[in-house]
């Protein structure tokens, strides 16, 4: 049987189970694939670390660079990590040299992917990324295969673990953010520096990654991005007694031709599918005809999910199953314009904090009609002090522009005592 | 750019939408697979009935069996139906043609999948069927390569759209099964003849095909099979104040390297993601390893869910991506033993209507004790007349064998005023 000559690149957590995952199932994926997956290097910023498995001596190279020119390499599997650097570099050198490349790498995909495919069309070899997005969720695959005849609209849904694991934590337990963020730390949830994972930029990655799949166009950098750092737990209950739950959800639409790419913290009802995903599951909702909505669900990281994903992206350079990296031919690929959120319409939570004295409820509903945004409902609550009050307002669906400008307006006003709150409300 | 050449066989709704769909959208699909899909034939038992769309004289072909000697034929459509007659004998001849087959009919896979396989690898022809497993849903590419990593053992979901419709509306509007039949029929959700989506047959076709697929064996023949002909309003509601819904649901586990294939109706936890599948939905549950559980959701049927499914097909076979019909060669297939599901365990639903006299109660505790069947909650009803009892048992799990065994002696009793119900609980 044919062998196929992989090098990894990166021996973090995934890259460690990768490597033990291949070695120990050799025999069941060259069953399938045709193929024998053998892994020829390993490289890695610190060899001599202890790790739980014995990797012969012989396999370890010494530098990349050495990698991306040997003959006798086929498939390297970047996992480095970061949109540039070590990553970029190596990425870049190993498509030059035709070899097939896989990564992970959600952030180096959403800014230089279009140039990596680029070079893969020319080189003819395969750059496939399908662990870069939602590891259990067979996402990618879907969109550029099971889903294939479809023109996607809309495509969206829960695409943080760590958030996700977060908002439903503090739901479920009345727990506060920051306790929340510690359990999770130290289940291995949240990584040691979430950033990243809790201001968005995680979602709108994969979200740019996601649009530019399902639109044919290349990667769009205009994004609107919030994350759940100023979700509180009296948010949560809030929207509890409402009838709501808070997730965070990245959005892409293409309306009138335009892409709407947005993430944010969202109210969605508790009845609706997306609401009853809880924990590090990740969802993706793809709208499309003729299929109507199609749904994905799965672990969206970690080791085992990321491994499943890695491997279905070796399989189908083993199968020789050549494809563009987006889909279609970069010659075929649209530049698509770009919309923003503040055209966009939502019905909304306006969370304000407020002194309670005489006149503020009558100047707030004022602000609030003065930009067009009529209020369905309004609940005031007195703070514990019983000097201030927690006024909650669901807005009717009005112009994004109009709710920034009324909440822009009330911050300024001497009776706040926090910045106003604004959540989006999604209604399917 | 190359042109593949299909013939269509069987232009009934299904097809008509999928010639359709195929002539308007060329171009979308020949971006994507480098390859210009065109018609070439069609062929239908009538074809003087008026369609909704003309289709030029020159491409009706008289009979089928021309189609499949037509040496500029690549790609033979299959949507005539039934598991034998003309659909058997139309793919058999087109494979022994080399020729690429899809086909829509899951009667056809589970019966002669084996077989048309075999021929399929031997004349190195594609022989694909995503649409014969819940349209809208990509399982079958999903396991063949999205999550070909994986060991799976098991599979299960709701793969009937028109059952799952019933039960759902039952539910939400209190009907009984046979107004909500004629509401499904009226809608199209149910075909005239619903016989097969009601007993449970279409769903065991399906979890026949998953198991092969899944577990890499041939076909298995060995499955329980309960359609949902027997649920009632009553059982409904029970359920509701119990924290269930009703379900008909089909599963295919690995245990101890036996296949174990079932298809009933299944009492499942209010909370859990399956019972918010409501209305025509179908959802697939995979749990594989390392991928964990992977949840696909989407329309199980109709033209246009169908018609996606459809050109994945197609499309993959456009790309030359040629495959084993089953993921691996038949040569690697295994041939697994079957288990019964009397040797499962299970909680269980059981409802008794009684008359109402002394000693019943008695009689029927003693009854489940002498097969080790506790009882974890009973709850006794007296119906309107007042002659009479209705009693819902809820056990601890209890072997299937004896749950049966229970049912048939309490069957036999004189004060048994309806056939005892049996309605297994899964727990996940």
């Known amino acids: 049987m044919k062998k196929i000559n992989i090098a990894i690149v990166g021996l973090g957590t995934i890259g460690s189970y990768f490597y033990n995952f291949i070695s120990k199932n050799k025999d069941a994926i060259s069953k399938k694939t045709n193929v024998i997956p053998n892994i020829i290097y390993v490289c890695a910023r610190n060899p001599k670390k202890k790790r739980l498995f014995k990797i012969p001596k012989k396999k370890w190279a010494k530098k990349y660079t050495d990698i991306v020119k040997d003959k006798n390499v086929d498939v390297v599997v970047e996992l480095i990590g970061g949109s540039d650097g070590a990553a970029k570099d190596l990425v870049i050198k190993a498509l030059l040299n035709k070899k097939h490349v896989v990564t992970a790498n959600k952030a180096l995909i959403a800014k230089h992917g279009d140039?990596?495919?680029?070079?893969?069309?020319?080189?003819?070899?395969?750059?496939?990324?399908?662990?870069?997005?939602?590891?259990?969720?067979?996402?990618?695959?879907?969109?550029?295969?099971?889903?294939?005849?479809?023109?996607?609209?809309?495509?969206?849904?829960?695409?943080?673990?760590?958030?996700?694991?977060?908002?439903?934590?503090?739901?479920?337990?009345?727990?506060?953010?920051?306790?929340?963020?510690?359990?999770?730390?130290?289940?291995?949830?949240?990584?040691?520096?979430?950033?990243?994972?809790?201001?968005?930029?995680?979602?709108?990655?994969?979200?740019?990654?996601?649009?530019?799949?399902?639109?044919?166009?290349?990667?769009?950098?205009?994004?609107?991005?919030?994350?759940?750092?100023?979700?509180?737990?009296?948010?949560?209950?809030?929207?509890?007694?409402?009838?709501?739950?808070?997730?965070?959800?990245?959005?892409s639409e293409l309306i009138n031709n335009k892409i709407y790419q947005r993430v944010h913290p969202t109210l969605i009802n508790k009845s609706s599918y997306i609401a009853s995903i809880n924990g590090v599951l990740n969802a993706v909702i793809v709208n499309g005809l003729p299929v109507g909505?199609?749904?994905?669900?799965?672990?969206?990281?970690?080791?085992?999910?990321?491994?499943?994903?890695?491997?279905?992206?070796?399989?189908?350079?083993?199968?020789?199953?050549?494809?563009?990296?987006?889909?279609?031919?970069?010659?075929?690929?649209?530049?698509?314009?770009?919309?923003?959120?503040?055209?966009?319409?939502?019905?909304?939570?306006?969370?304000?904090?407020?002194?309670?004295?005489?006149g503020v409820l009558s100047n707030i509903t004022k602000t609030f009609s003065r930009f067009k945004v009529s209020i369905k409902r309004l609940i005031q609550n007195p703070a514990k002090s019983k000097k201030n009050s927690s006024i909650v307002i669901i807005t009717h669906r009005a112009l994004d522009l109009n709710l920034q400008k009324t909440l822009k307006i009330l911050s300024k006003k001497n009776y706040m005592i926090k910045k106003p709150k604004l959540i989006r409300i999604e209604n399917n």
């Open 115 to 251: 140039k990596l495919s680029k070079i893969a069309e020319e080189k003819k070899v395969n750059l496939e990324y399908e662990a870069a997005v939602c590891g259990g969720v067979p996402i990618i695959r879907s969109i550029k295969e099971g889903l294939i005849a479809n023109k996607i609209q809309k495509v969206y849904g829960i695409f943080n673990g760590t958030s996700n694991y977060i908002l439903s934590s503090m739901d479920q337990n009345k727990l506060q953010f920051k306790n929340v963020l510690i359990k999770a730390q130290r289940l291995g949830y949240a990584e040691n520096n979430p950033e990243s994972d809790l201001n968005g930029e995680d979602v709108a990655s994969k979200v740019q990654i996601l649009s530019s799949l399902s639109f044919n166009s290349f990667i769009n950098k205009n994004i609107h991005i919030e994350g759940i750092k100023n979700i509180d737990m009296d948010d949560i209950s809030n929207a509890d007694k409402l009838g709501y739950k808070i997730k965070l959800l990245g959005f």
């Open 293 to 358: 909505k199609s749904v994905i669900q799965g672990e969206g990281a970690g080791p085992s999910a990321t491994t499943s994903a890695l491997i279905s992206d070796v399989s189908s350079i083993l199968r020789g199953n050549i494809k563009y990296p987006f889909v279609i031919s970069n010659k075929k690929r649209k530049k698509l314009h770009s919309g923003n959120i503040s055209k966009l319409s939502f019905s909304a939570y306006v969370r304000l904090d407020v002194k309670d004295k005489h």
